[in-house]
């Protein structure tokens, strides 16, 4: 058993299981006509050479020839240590690793770490040599396990991995003190294969053991308790991503990650260790928007392996795709694919056709194609990754299935909706059946995804089906979902549910969601806006208008008490507290809240133009019904002008909604001789097009349906 820093797996960041928690500022303006470039900040980077840590002596001295020469002979009785307990030759074992540790005391000092690692291997060998030989060959097989979880764990043979450390795991405790190195590490490698598993929580229980017992075996000055850190970060930068409790999960994950970069660079300099935190901690940082350190962080992880490893190295390609992900959040998409391709180059020169990199690095470049508008190559990628795994002998697993999920998301993504339909039933079911196989996180995630794939594609009958399940499983005590996770998909159930016209049903949902994040960390409480915000378009709609004033008014003071400036979270609530008024007949304060919020949107509106559209339609039927149709329907023609602007570049079924949604506000809006028949005629014909287009696809929602019927014969 190894107690040395260890070089470990290093994880891609999955676009696929990752799901952002927050929108990152891009770094490239409207403004900025020559956005920074991948070759000038690496640049940069490789300005400072890689760190290398000096060993001293006691005394704070370099160390003279002699001492080399006997460190050399320390770091030969250690390897010597660690044969022969692989061999089981504990007592011969137990005295080499003293002479190592006599020597490293001599020369380096007790509390170095090289010394600390010395004596836990001699601390370990000198117990097993007093065990019974029964009772030493169950030791040597435990040990066996954790040292053949190394190389199935870097092959990407996750389940067998999970086996081995759940075996020693168990040995562990049944047999070994918590105090033992070996315990430790069992909690520690099992915690590392639950997350390549996508078994979150359990492994979050078992990191947050493993730093525990790290920290009281090798002190918090070790490489050890790093290694430990960096994985107790990078599971929390997965619950986050989850939705759970993500501002606290991030911050979390950036202290973990940023205690152990600080460990390794004050213990073994940069090394490949070094690097995965860093590059681990990056995506922590992306993920609290502190944009420069997550390059900075990830562009230094990549000069390390690249300087250390070599550039067509493994851990290099984990490099490419993680910066890859970055530089796609932060708007440099010029530099996403070419990065892509290259790490999946790597991953196909130096593994296995069926390693899991392969499999994900792959997905990862056909969702990259489609953002870049070349969906047939997407989904032709997608589709020859569903086909080899119907090769698998075993086709009930999670990623498996996910790929599945994510071939049927791509092309209700590229509005291919027939097809979509199709293959979301398909993997619905395969979703069902991996769920009732015992994957339930993974099962919950993976519909969960779906589901806002199909939200996101208009699909809305599938959303509600998708959202209700999840619903159902995240309530289940036993599947260990957050309250913070579960009222998130609340929330999306109960606006698909409005949109369906289900108002009942969805004041349900978003009610026991509101008191659900009531009772929870006072933090969370800017989640209660959107819920809110539901509520209050649910009573205007059910004619409750001061339940509705209520909700919404609640909402703008929760938004303004936790943010200085007005930005969406400020804006949203008083679009709909502006709409409730004006429904109950309060023109002057449904015109005041509409003002505010239109004065937001446009100042945001190159960041998101769908709020400067939705104001000037409620704000235009308010001033029609004050008998300003003139006014109004500048503003509806100033919202129908930006919806055929953004139609020229962008192709979504809920523009196609909102031109639509424009259009009829154009005909309702437009008494008092402000437009002529004619007009007035065009855009009916115009709005009736578009949603018969939309139905066509199955893709309206309950009032638009109502609407057409209404209005097509």
Known sequence: MSFQHAVRNALMQASLAVVCVATLCPIVGAQSEQPPTHADMYARIKQNAVIKKELRSTTGDALTPEQLTDLDKATAALEKAESL???????????????????????????????????????????????????????????????????????G???????????????????LPESHPLTALAYLRLGTTQIDLGEYNAALTNLEKAVSLTKAIFGASHPQYAEAMDRLGWVNIYLAGQGADSKARVDAAVDSLQTAVQVYRSTVGETEDTAESLDNLGTAFAYAQHITEALDSKLRALFIRETLLGPDARDTGV?????????????????????????????????????PYIYLESANVGWDYHLAGRDDEAIRLFESLVEQDKTRENKLRPDVVQRLARLAEVNAAASRFSPARTIMEQAFDAIKKLYAAGYTEQAIGTLASMARAANRARMLDLSDRYFSLVCEWAADPKNG???????????????TLLELGKFKEAKQVLTDCVKRLEADKPENRLQLIEPLIYLSRIETELGDFDAATKHADRAVQIAESRSANRDFSTAFPQLWLGRAFARAGNVAMAQFCLNEAMTTFDRLVDRDPTGAMLVRIELASTLANDSKQAEAIKLLKDALAKCDELKATVNSPYLDAMRARVLRSLCENSAGGATTREE??????EAIRILKSLESNQLLNAEEKAWLAENAS
């Open 481 to 495: 979902v957050s309250a913070t996770e579960r009222s998130i998909y609340e929330k999306m159930l109960g606006s």
């Open 680 to 685: 007035r005629d065009t855009w009916k014909q």
């Open 319 to 355: 490099s490419l795709s993680n910066l890859a992900w970055l530089y796609g959040r932060v708007g440099l998409t010029a530099e996403v694919l070419p990065m892509r391709e290259r790490a999946l180059e790597i991953f196909k020169k130096l593994l296995r056709p069926d390693h």
């Open 157 to 175: 043979r996750y389940e067998a991995a999970r086996e081995k450390a759940a075996f020693a795991l168990d040995y562990a405790k049944q047999n």
């Open 85 to 155: 307990l692989k061999e089981a030759k504990y007592a011969e074992a137990a005295a080499a690793a003293v002479d190592a540790t006599r020597i490293r005391a001599a020369v380096l000092g007790n509390q170095h770490y090289l010394t600390i690692s010395s004596v836990a291997i001699a601390d370990v060998a000198a117990r097993a040599s007093k065990m019974p030989p029964e009772d030493q060959a169950k030791f040597a097989a435990a040990d066996k396990a954790l040292s053949d979880w190394d190389s199935l764990n870097k092959d």
